[in-house]
Nanobody, 127 residues
């Protein structure tokens, strides 16, 4: 299985970026998929998740600014990030195949429930 993120880069505060995650060797959209991020010196944290039925969930810190979505034609997992803040700077990772059912379980699925991970893409937001 290979997952590859794209779309990272450097922007000024208030700007936007769109991340995309493409994969091969696995069944697309079979289970929950998500985005995580890790800033230097901090633990990896969940950003957003989307289930196979389209249910989405977001971390409080990004609610209203980020949108997770699936492009079924391209078979990609996307993350639209608007109104970016310096504290959003981190390496962003996509992950797939968590058995969590967002309609049943509260919160974001923990990182250790995801089976496949991308290598990450850097997002830097300057003030």
């Amino acid at each position: 299985v290979q997952l590859e993120e794209s779309g990272g880069g450097s922007v000024q505060a208030g700007g936007s970026l769109r991340l995309s995650c493409a994969g091969s060797g696995y069944t697309y959209n079979r289970h929950c998929m998500g985005w995580f991020r890790q800033a230097p010196g901090k633990e990896r944290e969940g950003v957003a998740s989307i289930d196979s039925d389209g249910t989405t969930r977001y971390a409080d810190s990004v609610k209203g600014r980020f949108t997770i979505s699936l492009d079924n034609a391209k078979k990609t997992l996307d993350l639209q990030m608007n109104s970016l803040k310096p504290e959003d700077s981190a390496i962003y990772y996509c992950a797939t195949d968590s058995p969590f059912l967002l309609k049943v379980v509260a919160g974001l699925p923990p990182a250790n429930t995801y089976q496949y991970w991308g290598q990450g893409t850097q997002v830097t937001v300057s003030s």
